[in-house]
Structures are given as structure tokens and as C-alpha cells.
Nanobody, 116 residues
Framework: QLVESGGGVVQPGGSLRLSCVAS????????MRWYRQCPGKERELVAH????????NYAESMKCRFSISRDNSKNVVYLQMNSMKPVETAVYSC???????????WGQGTQVTVSS
């Protein structure tokens, strides 16, 4: 399973770091992604990191502000979010995907609210 934490309320321009802890599967086999779903909108991909952490990718609007990382020794993936904007208020969820088998897992999500 995947369990996210670190959500909450942050002021515009502020920073927040989300964590997603994995259990019950071989974490190092899985690429990890963060998604978000804003109210009334479809879920969108935020960031991606490969299984060994050697390559990352971000949605265009989040480049240079967000950073995804992972620690395979602790079975955790992080999302560092800086210079946050009110429109980024959303439920942020992590996803694990094993390309070789197609197996995947979802976390339950954590609410992030950007507001003054």
C-alpha cells in the first residue's frame, strides 16, 4: 500500500513537502508518480521518477518549482513543492507502477490547500 502525508494549508508562495511511504511490495521495482486532482477537474500528472531515481520528469507548469525524489532504503518518495499558487489547491496522490508487469498501486491522497 501507499500512504501519503505532509499535506495541509500553505500560504501562496510557500513550500510544502509531501511524503509517500510504500509497504507490501518491492518498492525499488516501481517507478513512482505524484498526481493531483483539483476541485472539478481531472487528475493530472505532477511528477515522475524512475525506479532507481535516475531520471525525473515534471508537468511543464511545475518545472523549477517542484522536485520529486525517492529513498529506496526507506521505501519513500517525496514531492517538494515551492512557490505554491492558490490554483494548486488539490488532493495529491502517489502512484507506483511496475512497467515490466503493469502492476500499480495508489495512495489515498493528501489534501493541499494554498490560501492566505
Amino acid at each position: 500500500q501507499l500512504v501519503e502525508s505532509g499535506g495541509g494549508v500553505v500560504q501562496p508562495g510557500g513550500s510544502l513537502r509531501l511524503s509517500c511511504v510504500a509497504s507490501g511490495f518491492t518498492f525499488s521495482y516501481y517507478a513512482m508518480r505524484w498526481y493531483r486532482q483539483c476541485p472539478g477537474k481531472e487528475r493530472e500528472l505532477v511528477a515522475h521518477i524512475t525506479d532507481a531515481g535516475g531520471w525525473t520528469n515534471y508537468a511543464e507548469s511545475m518545472k523549477c518549482r517542484f522536485s520529486i525524489s525517492r529513498d529506496n532504503s526507506k521505501n519513500v518518495v517525496y514531492l517538494q513543492m515551492n512557490s505554491m499558487k492558490p490554483v494548486e489547491t488539490a488532493v495529491y496522490s502517489c502512484n507506483a507502477h511496475w512497467t515490466l508487469t503493469g502492476r500499480y498501486y495508489w495512495g489515498q491522497g493528501t489534501q493541499v490547500t494554498v490560501s492566505s
